[in-house]
């Protein structure tokens, strides 16, 4: 069965930095597309960030553009999000997803708690 | 961006019910629709992919139709255990945007 297991997360004061991963435990990983959904308390979902199998290509949400950087090492099956400047509406449950955005995100991990707050 | 519009924003159904979720987009995007499921604190789940494929493992009573920019899902007799949010999410284009959610109560 594939396992995504986020972590990184955590309270950080606004202008401040955190860097997410997303473990996956399966044999597939280096084939396959990863992105970056979050979810603010109590919203719906927001689709964050995504790179393409090689690392190749990378795309962001204009809301995270310039500040969030999504990579991947593909010798270690993890994905990362790189958070800088980080506002209050940054605070959310960030979720990493497998697969292509076409084809569904079949593969969800548990989430990781971003708060941002003084 | 496509706008995704949900309706309705929530609504309540019996046990055995037959449940319709509508999910517009404010620009064609062929078959690039996906629905999901979200119970609270879970992470998503994938129903369906591509209008109307569906997913290994969920139950048949789950179906969904459209193309360009009209879609829905549909539980055929809702049960217990389909409490829950669903989102509609596109994926003909980035950002991939997901609709506001239908949030769906057993009575």
């Known amino acids: 069965e594939v396992y995504l297991l986020e972590s990184g997360g955590g309270l950080v004061q606004p202008g401040g930095s955190l860097r997410l991963s997303c473990e996956d435990s399966s044999v597939t990983f280096s084939v396959n597309t990863m992105s970056w959904v979050r979810q603010a308390p109590g919203k719906g979902l927001e689709w964050v960030s995504g790179?393409?199998?090689?690392?190749?290509?990378?795309y962001y949400a204009d809301s995270v553009k310039g500040r969030f950087t999504i990579s991947r090492d593909n010798s270690k099956s993890t994905l990362y999000l790189q958070l800088n400047s980080l506002r209050a509406e940054d605070t959310a449950v960030y979720y990493c997803?497998?697969?292509?955005?076409?084809?569904?995100?079949?593969?969800w991990g548990q989430g990781t708690l971003v708060t941002v707050s003084s | 961006d496509i706008q995704m519009t949900q309706s309705p924003s929530s609504l309540s159904a019996s046990v055995g019910d037959r449940v319709t979720i509508t999910c517009r987009a404010s620009?064609?995007?062929?078959?690039?629709l996906n629905w999901y499921q979200q119970k609270p604190g879970k992470a998503p789940e994938l129903l369906i992919y591509t209008a109307s494929t569906l997913q290994s493992g969920v139950p048949s009573r789950f179906s969904g139709r459209g193309s360009g920019t009209d879609f829905t899902l549909t539980i055929s007799s809702l049960q217990p255990e389909d409490s829950a949010t669903y989102y509609c999410?596109?994926?003909?284009?980035?950002?991939?945007?997901f609709g506001q959610g239908t949030r769906l109560e057993i009575k």
């Open positions: 620009q064609s995007i062929s078959s690039y």
């Open positions: 790179i393409t199998d090689g690392g190749g290509g990378t």
């Open positions: 999410q596109q994926s003909q284009k980035i950002p991939i945007t």
């Open positions: 997803a497998k697969g292509a955005s076409k084809n569904g995100y079949k593969s």
